[in-house]
């Protein structure tokens, strides 16, 4: 690693142990709200094979729904999204939880669908020592954090959908909640010459879903698409936005540290690749794929107006390097005893 690329990451991670900090207190803020049948609902052991096991589609969830929240609860859930999330972010997340009553009014059974089935969960305890983490998560959003004492929050996997991905008609007429991440894509295929859109594109055909699904722990996918090796300047800055436009979706100290994990391995090692119809208006899907992380977008149901999106890291999803480093360094001081 570079002493660069090092001095970033150590930059991210002191901003990211602030953001832990003031997480955990946004948390017990919530936890205080509610009545002790709910407090209890809403936590389980860290150790829960549910805290790995993530949703985004519309299903039975554990933990407390805004439904059931008062008024000062749901404030203090908004405020710990908020600050989990850059303005950008949390816009998105506002915008997908309305697409449930946009849904309501075009489907057949939308009478299912409903902004108030989004469900907040605590795994452990929030601790400045302790491992614990928590999760936000209905219909497509799965939000997941992990935190491992005063060390930097863990926040993938992180899931994004939108549905429509465009609104079509009704006071909602014209809403993009994820038009960022599907005109960043779009943007650097357009960019790419005839040849390098030979190899970027790497399948005729979607395969009607984010290949990884809701995996608790992903190995990388093939080698598919073209290297960021094989792309000039002006090229090379498109692909890089199209990674931030993920990574930013998340506080600064959160979306720095993905970025630096990002930045790691060998520009031979980062990837874009396409695959369905390079026409917009049809099904559609890319993937970002480097040493340590994959992107994943799909826009395979609904003729395309349909989108799932995806931030996977190899051996970061759920904290499990983050707690792998914790229980090390842990091992250390007793040793050191």
Known sequence: MSRLLLAALLACLAGGALAQAGMRESVERVLATLPAPLRAQATKPFEDRDRVEWHYTPRSRNGVSFKEMDKPAREATHALLRGALSATGYRKLTNIIELELVLREIETFGWMRDPERYHLTVYGTPDAAKR???????????????????????????????????????????????????????????????????????DQRTFGEIVTGNQDKVEPLGAAGISAAKLDEKQRALLWNLIETYARNFEPGLAEARLARAKQGRAEDLRFGWAGSTARGKPHYYRVQGARFLIEYDASQNDGNHIHTVWRDFGGDFGRDLLREHYSAARGTRHAH
């Not at 038009?179 to 390098?196: F, I, R, S, V």
Request: hydrophobic content about 40%.
């Open 132 to 202: 614990w983490g928590w999760r936000f998560e209905g219909h497509h959003l799965s939000l997941n954090f992990t935190l491992a004492g005063d060390r930097p929050a863990a926040d993938t996997p992180s899931f994004f959908g939108a549905n429509p991905a465009t609104v079509q008609k009704g006071a909602n007429k014209g809403l993009r909640a994820l038009g960022e991440e599907h005109d960043a894509g779009w943007a650097l295929l357009d960019a790419l010459g005839a040849e390098q859109r030979k190899e970027a594109v790497f």
